[in-house]
């Protein structure tokens, strides 16, 4: 006999069910998420408000709507709320109204001086129940219990022993700080999804709209669609490219994964490969410049880096974990038999192809300028956004239009939704580590462990990172990581734009590490494969991710710091190595004969990849010798 629902483990688990719904409701939601979004574009570049007020009124308006459009199961009703659905909707709006009609009162208090009123305290623990109850449906159960883990250390924490011991924080304590100033729920990462990460998705929505997704598709598909393994190079390079303006890697997989895969095992790639390499290419674009992800925002605002620096520094990397995932792909496509190439007749002319649309590319060159000349990310969203339905307009294939403007607001408020809830529960997190001095204590366990050694703290951050990471959206997977982990790095003399990218790399890489793989768990769907094979696939191709963070720790010229022919020389060594160090993964039989010729040619590779002149000068000699004998070796087999 089947188990009950509730006895069965997505029910708890999983995320809740994105609905879609019908009639008027759908009309009257879509009516709503348009307004909220003027609001955000009005909020953010025509007026000024304290950051507080922004969002609290953001997070308890997006609340209202996300209750209605995610259900509270993966079984709820595919369409319709439920009744607790609307009674936490309505909560939400009310808590925000007590919140708008009151900000002057609750901006100009002094946390902890004065103790909270009654109705303060019941809408700080209604917006704290709201906050935990959302991150639960767009997030799963995982980063829910963690968010609870952090909120039961902040109550009982001081029955501890050691160094884990706090002093003791009342219920009073506890609401002032989380919800009633910036450290909190109502925090940095509530306020960079409320500015920056919104207005750059509603520019990647703007242009999608406008057909810009199947311009880079096309390209692609020009550029590579005639070389071997042509239909899996499309998708590297067009989930790149769409990427780049989305930033969400699980959103990316779904948009550019619907078309890739099916062709990828159209052609005879095996399943898990096909959503593998998908899923390594879509999480590439949270690090590929211009726009890269909502985290990137984040960690402008954390560290205090513009970020116009941050999406210069990081071109270099990102080229680097294109060429290597590139590579791998290649090498696949050469050993696997009974792959076929894309029909001619599906791959355009480039040319052809860029007369079409050649008017993608101003919006993006626009984009670029503007961070280039220092003009704030919002602004440079909103430019980049107006630019786009300009040019659009002088093609009648890609005019917008007031209709599809409407869709693109409403599409992107509801793409913001699963943002909302996780920057709403990393600020719970965040407001909990404040509280108790955690981050401090956290860095005195891991320098026990390493006795504050460069590499063995650099690898156990990096797997920190990763499993704080797991389950979780990117922004809150690197949020954790920069509290936690940031400020031990500091202490290591490691410059603050190397630190923070090396956390950034390995939080986007939590979305493809086993076990809780999201990304790959949102291709699985598509390709029809395990999870957890596409996810070791995906790990295996995303290998330049876990390296060349490393690489800028130990060179920081690949970010841009230091001297141009330094910097030449160590992105040129570190192309090569990943390009090498693809060969020998991938058994690619020009360049190793046997298994020790791979090792010695990786070992090679590694020394290219790291930046020193010594390394070099063996790098070049371990990967030459490794071409030599796999030369003779052919050259003995052709003679036999």
């Known amino acids: 006999m089947a188990r009950p629902i509730y006895l069965q483990a997505d029910y708890w688990f999983s995320v809740g069910i994105h609905r879609k719904p019908t009639g008027l409701l759908k009309h009257l939601l879509n009516a709503y998420a348009v307004l909220l979004s003027i609001w955000v574009i009005y909020a953010a570049v025509a007026v000024v408000v304290s950051p507080w007020t922004m969002t609290s009124i953001f997070l308890s308006l997006m609340f209202a709507l996300a209750f209605l459009l995610i259900g509270a199961t993966p079984y709820s009703h595919p369409a319709r709320p439920a009744t607790i659905d609307w009674l936490l909707s309505v909560a939400s709006l009310i808590t925000g109204a007590y919140f708008v009609f009151n900000a002057s009162a609750l901006n100009e208090r002094i946390s902890l001086l004065f103790p909270l009123e009654s109705w303060e305290l019941v809408f700080g623990w209604s917006m704290l129940i709201l906050s935990i109850e959302i991150t639960r449906r767009t997030t799963g159960l995982g980063l829910t219990l963690l968010v609870l883990l952090f909120i039961t250390y902040n109550f009982l924490g001081h029955h501890l022993d050691g160094v884990l011991q706090h002093s003791d924080i009342d219920t009073n304590h506890f609401l002032d700080i989380m919800v009633y100033t910036t450290d909190g729920i109502l925090g940095l990462p509530v306020h960079v999804a409320a500015t920056y990460a919104f207005l750059f998705v509603l520019f990647g929505t703007v242009l999608q709209q406008a057909k810009g997704g199947e311009f880079f598709f096309d390209v692609a598909a020009a550029i590579s669609g005639r070389s071997p393994g042509g239909p899996a190079?499309?998708?590297?390079?067009?989930?790149?490219?769409?990427?780049?303006?989305?930033?969400?890697?699980?959103?990316?997989?779904?948009?550019?994964?619907?078309?890739?895969?099916?062709?990828?095992?159209?052609?005879?790639?095996?399943?898990?490969?096909?959503?593998?390499?998908?899923?390594t290419a879509s999480v590439g674009g949270s690090i590929m410049p211009p726009v890269m992800g909502s985290a990137a925002f984040i960690m402008a605002e954390y560290t205090g880096i513009d970020y116009n620096e941050i999406a210069i520094a990081a071109i270099l990397p990102a080229i680097l974990y294109y060429v290597c995932v590139y590579s791998q792909v290649h090498f696949i496509s050469l050993r696997l038999p009974g792959v076929q190439a894309l029909d001619p007749s599906q791959i355009p002319p480039l040319k052809q192809t860029l007369q079409r649309g050649w008017i993608f590319i101003i919006p993006l060159v626009v984009l670029t300028v503007a961070l280039l000349r220092g003009y704030t990310p919002t602004t440079v969203a909103v430019i980049g956004t107006v630019v786009i339905l300009v040019v659009a307009m002088f093609q009648k294939l890609t005019?917008?239009?007031?209709?599809?403007?409407?869709q693109a607001l409403a599409e992107t408020t509801q793409r913001m939704i699963p943002v909302a809830g996780a920057c709403a529960a990393a600020g719970l997190v965040t407001g909990g580590i404040t509280m108790t001095g955690l981050a401090a204590k956290f860095g005195h366990v891991i320098y026990n462990i390493t006795d504050a050694q460069l590499f063995p703290t650099l690898v156990l951050s990096g797997l920190l990172t990763i499993i704080l990471g797991m389950g979780m959206p990117t922004p809150s997977a690197y949020i954790l990581a920069a509290v936690l982990v940031g400020p031990l790095l500091a202490q290591l003399d490691i410059p603050t734009m190397a630190a923070h990218m090396f956390l950034l790399y390995y939080a986007v890489m939590?979305?493809?590490?086993?076990?809780?793989?999201?990304?790959?768990?949102a291709a699985s769907s598509i390709a029809e494969a395990n999870p957890l094979h596409i996810a070791l696939i995906g790990c295996r191709l995303a290998l330049a991710a876990f390296v060349v963070p490393f690489v800028f720790v130990y060179g920081p010229e690949l970010l841009l710091i230091g001297s141009p022919l330094m910097t030449a020389i160590t992105f040129l060594s570190a192309a090569a190595g990943l390009i090498l160090l693809s060969a020998a993964i991938e058994s690619y039989d020009k360049f190793t004969c046997s298994g020790w010729t791979r090792i010695l040619l990786a070992i090679g590779a590694l020394f290219l990849i790291f930046p020193s002149l010594l390394g070099l000068v063996i790098g070049i000699v371990l990967c030459g010798t490794s071409y030599d004998i796999t030369r003779r070796q052919i050259k003995l087999r052709r003679t036999d």
């Open 510 to 521: 939590s979305a493809v590490t086993p076990p809780v793989a999201v990304a790959a768990y």
């Open 233 to 279: 190079k499309i998708a590297v390079i067009s989930s790149g490219l769409y990427g780049t303006i989305s930033g969400s890697p699980t959103s990316d997989v779904v948009t550019t994964g619907s078309v890739n895969i099916p062709i990828m095992k159209r052609l005879g790639y095996p399943a898990a490969l096909a959503g593998a390499i998908e899923v």
């Open 399 to 406: 005019r917008v239009g007031l209709a599809g403007l409407y």
